[in-house]
């Protein structure tokens, strides 16, 4: 609601959450468009932020967060007003250093990475038909796949399905390749 008060500028931000652990967090949202260049900063006016800063003053909690949605990278961010640069009329922050700040973890937000390449390799039966044909056709038979994470083959079936979900789901270009030896 409204808030009333006789002093310096004062603005509750959009949100206060209580965590599970009973941590009490208060939020400004903020959408961000990098309209001319998809690396800018995001920035926000020292006065609105000087202004976010008070109210947390005020209710007597430690910090306030920034939940910044990066529009052109479909990434959200949540920071601590504390890692923003300061600037003469505005503050900021770039993509990379707030996903190295991001604590949207408290809020139950998970990350998922590994190291690349990522791949999927399928053997054929040597003692099966598997020649290639004039068209470059080729019927075989499968006689076994692996998983391979930066050249290492992965063999735990749990690491394997968070593999396979990468590939289906991670967004990295795809690159396929058939090895043919001897018309084979």
Request: glycine content about 6%.
């Amino acid at each position: 609601g409204d808030v009333y008060f006789s002093g310096p500028d004062l603005q509750p931000p959009d949100f206060r959450i209580v965590t599970e652990s009973g941590e009490q967090i208060l939020v400004e949202v903020k959408n961000f468009y990098q309209r001319k260049n998809e690396t800018a900063d995001f920035r926000v006016r020292t006065s609105d932020l000087e202004a976010w800063l008070e109210y947390t003053n005020r209710v007597v909690l430690d910090s306030l967060k920034l939940a910044i949605y990066w529009v052109r990278w479909n990434v959200w961010t949540l920071v601590d007003s504390k890692v923003l640069r300061p600037g003469d009329d505005k503050c900021s922050i770039s993509l990379p250093d707030a996903l190295m700040a991001n604590e949207m973890g408290v809020l139950g937000d998970r990350t998922i990475a590994t190291e690349w390449p990522i791949g999927f390799t399928v053997f054929t039966d040597p003692s099966q038909p598997r020649t290639v044909d004039e068209s470059g056709d080729v019927s075989f038979t499968v006689a076994a796949a692996e998983y391979s994470v930066a050249g290492r083959t992965v063999t735990d079936p749990s690491e394997q399905k968070i593999v396979h979900r990468l590939m289906l789901h991670g967004g990295w270009p795809e690159k396929a390749e058939a090895k043919v030896l001897d018309g084979e």
